[in-house]
């Protein structure tokens, strides 16, 4: 018997809360707390457990010791939907995955991960993600598919500036505003995850002040009209940054004059906590994509790279039929007609089969793959898996991948001129629901 087959995996429960609390604190972030358990991840696990908006105690699943049946493994589940152009996307974003230090060494984290991936299937949820350990999570069938900030960190300026529009801290009242902003950006050429009103009610006022998940949100105001918001960090980094997650504007013409008073409130707000905590404060850590109109109508700043965020999609046909209308659209505003019945992207295991008809896609369907697909001339793209992905998702265009992956062929010109208006890079402006 495996050393992992010994402890059983299940859904959590209410009644799980203490120990996954006490567990989660003791195996979390040790390093910054001298070994001491963390009270900020403790905090988490209550409000993930008891009040989340998306989280129920079962969406938390949990390894059991066989000889005393205490959880001593486990990783939750935070459901959300994505928007890409307006279709929505489940996702499921694997958040806290620990294992306690007696029972390391167990191949515990791919036995939960082996019951995660199962039962996104069983709920027909075709994405998951992750912000984890580099590399580690490849061994799960995980790649760095999406990109996580890449904007230039902006020192503290030495003066305050001054802006006509006021910014102050979001009420639950302003819920509504915020879901409406969010349905309308929604509809925009970039990936989000849109909030409702009570999920944008849980994040003003539903967690605990320690829970090291929580973010503040601020509004932009004109009259009594909330036109905007900034989510940013509860408190400095240690190296004294205040980090911005979000921010959005109901209308794109707002943003030059937003973006100033929107800074000028992060900068207020960094002094504030410096000021109470007596230390320094060294500037704002926006991680938001480079292109995000906060940067673009804000003051320069310092480059800095881009992260990445961990994807896994195990059927990537299923992902391309869901994105059907987005592909379509795509394909109308290039004013682009595809002149064979069919489109064949083989992934040297299994294909997709775009259908068309008098050049408009009609349908996507999935189709066996062939021995030799690089040479086979019924197929126009062989792409391994991870490459498609990022093609999905917008984290590489065509060029790209071509470049970096030598088994990526395209059949001919007019496939390479499809596919790179079926794939353009997408702008990240994804907060994830933590």
Known sequence: MRASERYPVRPGRAADLPELARLQAEVQLQPLTGGEPHPGISAWVEDLMAGHPSVAPDDFLVAEDPATGRPVASLVMLRQEWSLTGVRLPVVQVELVGVAPDHRGNQLTEKLFHVLHQRCVAENIPVQMIE???????RLGYDYALAHGGAPMLPAPSEPAHSQLPVRPAVPTDAAALAAIDRETAAGQTLTCPRDEETWRYEISGRQQKDIARRCIAVLVQGDDVRGYLAHSARLSPTGELTTVAAACRQPIDW???APALHEYLVHVGRSYAQA???SFTGVRPLLHPNHPLIRFGPPGVPRRANGWYVRAADQVDLLS???PVLRSRLQAAGLRWPEPTLVIDTY???AQLEFDGGELTAISERPGVISPSTDP???AALPPAALLHLVLG?????EILHAWPDCTVRDRISER?????FPRVPVHVWPLG
Request: glycine content about 10%; aromatic content about 12%.
């Open 378 to 380: 019924g197929t126009h």
């Open 132 to 138: 984890g350990v580099p590399y580690f999570y490849r």
């Open 418 to 422: 499809f596919l790179a208006a079926l």
């Open 349 to 351: 295991h299994r294909a």
């Open 277 to 279: 905590a007596g230390r």
């Open 395 to 399: 984290h590489r265009t065509l060029a």
């Open 322 to 324: 869901r994105l059907q």
């Open 256 to 258: 030059p004059q937003a």
